[in-house]
C-alpha cells in the first residue's frame, strides 16, 4: 500500500475547521479505495505561532517540510500581525523555496452553485488559469528609499525571466493540448512595455510549438469585462503571478462564491512538495463558529488526488460537492444554509460512500 506523507497547517482563523474537514475526506478517501493511505503531521505555524515566537513558521521550517509528499494549508492572516508579515514568512516563503511554480487555480460553475451573473449556467464558467506563481510582482525585489522623509520613495520592481515565463507558459499549453482547450493568454503589454511585451513574444513563440492548441491574448483590463460579459470564450487562462491572483477571485465571484474557491501551487517535477489550500483566507470575524464552508478545502484535496495520480477520486470529490449544492440541504451560511462545518463534511463522505 502507498502512503502519502502530508504536512498539515490548519494555520489562522477558519484554518482548522476547514481543514480537519479535508482530512476527514481524504481519510474517507483511502479508507474507500484500499490502495493507499495517508499519513497526516500537523504543524502549529501561522499568526499565533508568530505571537508567541517572532516567526511565522520555525527557522528549519523549510527542511522539515522538506521530506513530506504534499502540504495542505488552511489559511493565514490575522488583523493582529501585518499582512505583509504571515504571507511573506510562511505561505510565499513555501511557494518560493518549493519552486511551486504553478498555481492552478479551477474556475467552474457546479450546478447549483449560485452564480450572480444573469442567464450564466455550468456551460457558460468552466475554465482553468494556470498562474505563474514564483516571480513576477510577487518576486519580492525592490527598494525603500529616504523612509520616512519628505522625499520618500519605494520602488517594487517586476521580475519576469524567460525561464520563469516559457516553463509557466508551455505548461499551460500543455494541459491545453491535454484537454483539447483552448489557450488565452492575458496581460498588459500596452502600458507594461517592459515585463508584458515580453511576455506577449515568449507566448507568441511557444505557441508555435503547438499549432494543435487554439489561442488568444487579451490585456487584463479586457479579459476582466469578458469574464462578466462572456466567461464562455476561456477554457484554459496563462498569466502573470499578480494578474491571475486578482482575476480568480473574480472568477471565484462568479462561480459560487469564496466558499468553494480552491487552489494548488505545484512543483511539476515532484523534486519537492507541492502544496494545497482553500483560497477564502482566514475570516477571522467568523471564526471558531463552525460556520465556514469546508467545500473549498475539499476541492483543494480534490486536487491533491489528482496529482497524486488518483483523477477518479478527485472527480468524485467534485461530484459529491455538486450534490450538496443541487440537494441544497447541508450548505453553510455562505451559501444560503444554517448547517455546520463538520456536518457538511460528513455529507460529503456520506455521498462518496454511496456513489
Same mark, same amino acid.
Given at each position: 500500500?502507498?502512503?502519502?506523507?502530508?504536512?498539515?497547517?490548519?494555520?489562522?482563523?477558519?484554518?482548522?475547521?476547514?481543514?480537519?474537514?479535508?482530512?476527514?475526506?481524504?481519510?474517507?478517501?483511502?479508507?474507500?479505495?484500499?490502495?493507499?493511505?495517508?499519513?497526516?503531521?500537523?504543524?502549529?505555524?501561522?499568526?499565533?505561532?508568530?505571537?508567541?515566537?517572532?516567526?511565522?513558521?520555525?527557522?528549519?521550517?523549510?527542511?522539515?517540510?522538506?521530506?513530506?509528499?504534499?502540504?495542505?494549508?488552511?489559511?493565514?492572516?490575522?488583523?493582529?500581525?501585518?499582512?505583509?508579515?504571515?504571507?511573506?514568512?510562511?505561505?510565499?516563503?513555501?511557494?518560493?523555496?518549493?519552486?511551486?511554480?504553478? =498555481? %492552478?487555480?479551477?474556475?467552474? &460553475?457546479?450546478?447549483?452553485?449560485?452564480?450572480?451573473?444573469? +442567464? @450564466? $449556467?455550468? #456551460?457558460?464558467?468552466?475554465?482553468?488559469?494556470?498562474?505563474?506563481?514564483?516571480?513576477?510582482?510577487?518576486?519580492?525585489?525592490?527598494?525603500?528609499?529616504?523612509?520616512?522623509?519628505?522625499?520618500?520613495?519605494?520602488?517594487?520592481?517586476?521580475?519576469?525571466?524567460?525561464?520563469?515565463?516559457?516553463?509557466?507558459?508551455?505548461?499551460?499549453?500543455?494541459?491545453?493540448?491535454?484537454?483539447?482547450?483552448?489557450?488565452?493568454?492575458?496581460?498588459?503589454?500596452?502600458?507594461?512595455?517592459?515585463?508584458?511585451?515580453?511576455?506577449?513574444?515568449?507566448?507568441?513563440?511557444?505557441?508555435?510549438?503547438?499549432?494543435?492548441?487554439?489561442?488568444?491574448?487579451?490585456?487584463?483590463?479586457?479579459?476582466?469585462?469578458?469574464?462578466?460579459?462572456?466567461?464562455?470564450?476561456?477554457?484554459?487562462?496563462?498569466?502573470? =503571478? %499578480?494578474?491571475?491572483?486578482? &482575476?480568480?477571485?473574480?472568477?471565484?465571484?462568479?462561480?459560487? +462564491? @469564496? $466558499?468553494? #474557491?480552491?487552489?494548488?501551487?505545484?512543483?511539476?517535477?515532484?523534486?519537492?512538495?507541492?502544496?494545497?489550500?482553500?483560497?477564502?483566507?482566514?475570516?477571522?470575524?467568523?471564526?471558531?463558529?463552525?460556520?465556514?464552508?469546508?467545500?473549498?478545502?475539499?476541492?483543494?484535496?480534490?486536487?491533491?488526488?489528482?496529482?497524486?495520480?488518483?483523477?477518479?477520486?478527485?472527480?468524485?470529490?467534485?461530484?459529491?460537492?455538486?450534490?450538496?449544492?443541487?440537494?441544497?440541504?447541508?450548505?453553510?451560511?455562505?451559501?444560503?444554509?444554517?448547517?455546520?462545518?463538520?456536518?457538511?463534511?460528513?455529507?460529503?463522505?456520506?455521498?462518496?460512500?454511496?456513489?
Amino acid at each position: 500500500m502507498n502512503t502519502y506523507k502530508i504536512a498539515v497547517i490548519p494555520g489562522d482563523g477558519i484554518g482548522p475547521e476547514v481543514i480537519r474537514e479535508g482530512v476527514k475526506v481524504l481519510n474517507a478517501v483511502a479508507a474507500m479505495d484500499g490502495s493507499f493511505a495517508f499519513d497526516f503531521t500537523e504543524f502549529p505555524w501561522g499568526c499565533d505561532y508568530y505571537l508567541e515566537t517572532g516567526r511565522m513558521m520555525p527557522e528549519d521550517g523549510i527542511e522539515i517540510l522538506q521530506g513530506f509528499d504534499a502540504i495542505l494549508l488552511g489559511a493565514v492572516g490575522d488583523p493582529r500581525v501585518p499582512d505583509h508579515v504571515s504571507l511573506w514568512d510562511l505561505l510565499l516563503t513555501i511557494r518560493k523555496h518549493f519552486d511551486q511554480y504553478i =498555481n %492552478l487555480r479551477p474556475v467552474k &460553475l457546479l450546478e447549483g452553485a449560485p452564480c450572480p451573473l444573469k +442567464g @450564466m $449556467g455550468p #456551460a457558460d464558467i468552466d475554465m482553468t488559469f494556470v498562474r505563474e506563481n514564483s516571480e513576477g510582482e510577487y518576486a519580492g525585489s525592490g527598494a525603500w528609499l529616504f523612509k520616512g522623509q519628505p522625499n520618500e520613495v519605494v520602488i517594487q520592481d517586476g521580475v519576469f525571466s524567460r525561464h520563469g515565463c516559457e516553463r509557466v507558459i508551455r505548461y499551460a499549453f500543455e494541459l491545453a493540448r491535454s484537454e483539447k482547450k483552448s489557450l488565452t493568454s492575458i496581460s498588459k503589454g500596452n502600458a507594461l512595455n517592459y515585463s508584458m511585451v515580453f511576455w506577449d513574444e515568449i507566448f507568441a513563440e511557444i505557441a508555435k510549438e503547438y499549432p494543435d492548441v487554439p489561442t488568444h491574448s487579451y490585456l487584463v483590463d479586457a479579459a476582466s469585462m469578458f469574464m462578466i460579459r462572456d466567461p464562455k470564450r476561456f477554457e484554459i487562462v496563462v498569466t502573470s =503571478n %499578480l494578474f491571475g491572483d486578482i &482575476l480568480t477571485d473574480l472568477g471565484a465571484a462568479i462561480a459560487g +462564491g @469564496m $466558499g468553494l #474557491a480552491a487552489g494548488a501551487n505545484l512543483n511539476p517535477e515532484r523534486k519537492f512538495p507541492s502544496m494545497f489550500e482553500p483560497i477564502h483566507g482566514s475570516a477571522p470575524d467568523i471564526a471558531g463558529q463552525e460556520i465556514s464552508d469546508p467545500l473549498a478545502t475539499v476541492w483543494a484535496v480534490s486536487q491533491m488526488l489528482d496529482f497524486f495520480g488518483h483523477p477518479d477520486w478527485g472527480k468524485k470529490l467534485i461530484d459529491a460537492i455538486e450534490t450538496v449544492l443541487k440537494e441544497g440541504k447541508t450548505l453553510t451560511p455562505d451559501l444560503g444554509g444554517n448547517a455546520k462545518t463538520p456536518a457538511v463534511g460528513d455529507e460529503i463522505v456520506r455521498i462518496l460512500k454511496e456513489m
